[in-house]
């Protein structure tokens, strides 16, 4: 899709995963898109894991009683196939940035790292928002097209957006702009040769 990485990889780059929680699997939702999303998010872990570069799991703690990711909830979980390892960071945010409320960026320049590669749910909500912060907070910044995902949205007025047309369209406000939007595939080839 677009020329990758500088030197982003041999940069230490780190993986942050955003959300992939099993209350995303609660019906409330909605329909969902990319369903072989979390698959995905699973081979890119393997090959960090495999080259020892660094991982972040960001794990939503909502506030609101009643939601799939309220710490109460078994939904707060993350998703088994993609449960870090002892000595991965796991860190908890409240809104929908990663960045915020939490000690992401400090972690990210005490250990050098000047690339972040970003994956999970959901691409219009805290995929992107962490993502225009990553971006604007100069680390270059990827967004993988095929390990996030969304749900079908309904606008103020009542007209129903499709999961697919709102993932494309999250993913293209992103590109170029904050991010480079990259696939999995690109970046596992990456991975090897680097």
Known sequence: MTTLFSDALSKNAALIIVD?????????????NNPCAEENIAKLIGAWRRAGWPIFHIRHRSRL??????PASAGFEIKDIVKPL???SVIEKEVNSAFIGTDLEKQLHNRGIGAVVIVGLTADH?????????????FETYVI?????TFDRTGSDGKHFGAEDVHAVSLASLNGEFAKIVETADILKRCERA
């Open 20 to 32: 992939v929680q099993k209350g995303f699997d609660d019906p409330s939702w909605g329909r969902r």
């Open 65 to 70: 009683k009643g939601s799939p990711l309220n």
């Open 86 to 88: 002892p000595g991965e």
């Open 126 to 138: 805290c995929v992107s928002t962490t993502a225009r912060m990553a971006g604007n907070l100069e």
């Open 145 to 149: 097209s095929d390990a996030t995902a």
